[in-house]
């Protein structure tokens, strides 16, 4: 007889194996209601998107062996997995863990990667539908680190997970990584010069100055959502991609196709700054929208003209959120210089699990500096951020 109370965890080669509304049911039931997901990347849509485009798949490194735990039949919790055979567009970086693997005469890769790819943005990891938060992923992690050891694989990594899960990872044996991002949060703003006004006087001049440069270029921008943007700005908009990809990666992660499909499953999901001079696209940067944040994702552009970035890629961010009423904009990977315009250090989660048990002590051992360091240098950064008071907090 049956045991409906046991949780069997199988594993699909893509999203073409399990219903949009059964993987969604655990990504983001707060979309019942119709609006949108906190999370618009650990959607159905946008994974489904990354598969169908050729943006991962054959050829790319990214190999998707997504985790799905089922309870009496119901699926009751999924976790994007991917089998990575290099440690590209993960934004956690391990190539020196590879080297030194390599180094000892062990196989690093292929590797386990539970994360979405080419996304360093937080959220969950592992997916589960409510009632179901401490067993679904807990039949997860197990299912991971078996496969993982079942099939001699060095490591299993679980990128840009939330500070809830790492502290349950921990628990259950993982090791546990931080780093640092820069989010700008809303604090009940009314206007960009609401927001100005509790920056130091240097700090806001030199943001106005910024503004007035970049808005003098000759021409307009425009924020785009939804139905207004068209297949014109995504022939624009892939050139400046292009561009910014091959200068940053050597080639970009996403493909032309990953677009078309995403105009079609996520417009309202995503706002396009588009810049416009003499009835020419010159520049543009592409945010994806949460239900409480707006998500800075891609930038690029055919014409450089002073201040530009900041404008497209930060201000007109802050702009919309404030509009929009988000709480947050989380403006990507990286970057000190965002802390002068008023986006400030906040720490990133990851979980690691290595097979070889002297390796595992070894990384370990960096693991405790490291998050020492990163936990002084983020007190370090809010100290000198850029506002005239800061509650310790929202840091956190």
Same mark, same amino acid.
């Given at each position: 007889?049956?045991?409906d109370?046991?949780?069997?965890?199988s594993?699909?080669?893509?999203?073409?194996? !399990?219903?949009?509304?059964?993987?969604d @049911?655990c990504?983001c039931p707060e979309? +019942?209601?119709g609006g949108?997901?906190?999370?618009?990347?650990?959607t159905h849509?946008?994974?489904?998107?990354?598969?169908d485009?050729?943006?991962?798949?054959a050829?790319?490194?990214?190999?998707?062996?997504?985790?799905?735990?089922r309870?009496?039949?119901?699926?009751?919790a999924?976790a994007p997995?991917?089998?990575?055979?290099?440690?590209q567009?993960?934004?956690?970086?391990?190539? @020196?863990?590879?080297?030194?693997?390599?180094?000892?005469?062990g196989r690093?890769?292929?590797?386990?990667?539970? @994360?979405?790819?080419?996304?360093?943005?937080t959220g969950?990891r592992?997916l589960?539908?409510?009632g179901?938060?401490t067993?679904?992923?807990? +039949?997860?992690?197990?299912?991971a680190?078996?496969?993982a050891?079942?099939? $001699?694989?060095?490591?299993?990594?679980?990128?840009?997970?939330?500070?809830?899960? @790492?502290? /349950?990872?921990?628990?259950?044996g993982?090791?546990?990584?931080?780093s640092?991002?820069?989010?700008?949060?809303?604090?009940?703003? $009314?206007?960009?010069?609401?927001f100005? +006004?509790?920056l130091s006087?240097r700090?806001?001049?030199?943001?106005?100055?910024?503004r007035?440069?970049?808005?003098a270029?000759g021409?307009?921008?425009? $924020?785009?959502t939804g139905?207004e943007?068209?297949?014109?700005?995504?022939?624009a908009?892939?050139?400046?991609y292009?561009d910014?990809?091959?200068?940053?990666?050597?080639m970009?992660?996403?493909t032309? /196709?990953?677009f078309?499909?995403?105009?079609?499953?996520?417009?309202?999901?995503?706002l396009l700054?588009?810049?416009?001079?003499?009835?020419h696209?010159?520049?543009?940067?592409l945010?994806?929208?949460?239900?409480?944040a707006?998500?800075?994702r891609?930038?690029?552009?055919?014409?450089h003209?002073?201040?530009?970035?900041?404008e497209?890629c930060?201000?007109? /961010?802050?702009?919309a959120?404030?509009?929009?009423?988000l709480?947050?904009?989380?403006a990507?990977?990286q970057?000190q210089?965002?802390?002068?315009?008023?986006?400030?250090?906040?720490t990133?989660?990851?979980?690691?699990?290595i097979?070889?048990?002297g390796? $595992?002590?070894?990384v370990?051992?960096?693991?405790? +500096?490291?998050?020492a360091?990163v936990?002084?240098? !983020?007190?370090?950064?809010?100290?000198w951020g850029?506002?005239r008071?800061?509650?310790?907090?929202?840091?956190?």
């Open positions: 007889m049956r045991d109370t046991e949780i069997e965890v594993v699909l080669s893509g999203l073409d194996g !399990i219903s949009a509304a059964e993987w @049911a990504a979309s +019942a209601d949108p997901p906190d999370d618009p990347f650990t849509r946008f994974l489904k998107a990354l598969e485009s050729g943006s991962v798949g050829g790319t490194g990214w190999d998707p062996h997504h985790l799905v735990a309870q009496g039949g119901e699926v009751i999924v997995l991917y089998a990575k055979n290099h440690s567009g993960e934004y956690i970086f391990d190539h @020196a863990w590879a080297h030194a693997y390599e180094r000892a005469g690093y890769y292929p590797k386990l990667q539970i @994360a979405v790819p080419v996304t360093p943005v969950r592992f589960a539908r409510p179901h938060e067993a679904g992923p807990a +039949a997860l992690v197990q299912g680190v078996q496969i050891a079942d099939n $001699r694989l060095s490591s299993l990594h679980v990128t840009f997970c939330t500070g809830a899960e @790492a502290e /349950a990872g921990a628990a259950l993982l090791m546990h990584r931080t640092q991002q820069f989010h700008w949060r809303n604090r009940g703003y $009314r206007s960009f010069d609401d100005l +006004a509790q006087s700090k806001r001049k030199n943001i106005r100055k910024e007035r440069t970049a808005q270029f021409g307009t921008i425009h $924020r785009l139905d943007i068209r297949p014109e700005h995504w022939d908009f892939w050139v400046f292009q910014t990809g091959a200068r940053k990666w050597g970009p992660y996403l032309r /196709a990953f078309d499909i995403a105009q079609e499953t996520m417009r309202d999901d995503m700054v588009m810049v416009e001079r003499a009835g696209w010159v520049a543009g940067a945010n994806f929208i949460g239900r409480d707006l998500f800075g891609y930038w690029g552009c055919t014409e003209h002073p201040c530009m970035h900041f497209a930060y201000y007109q /961010a802050i702009d959120a404030i509009e929009m009423g709480a947050t904009v989380e990507g990977a970057g210089h965002k802390l002068a315009r008023g986006y400030m250090p906040v990133t989660h990851s979980l690691h699990w097979a070889d048990a390796f $595992r002590r070894a370990e051992q960096y693991l405790e +500096a490291e998050r360091a936990n002084e240098e !983020i007190e370090v950064l809010t100290t850029p506002f008071n800061i509650e310790p907090e929202e840091t956190e």
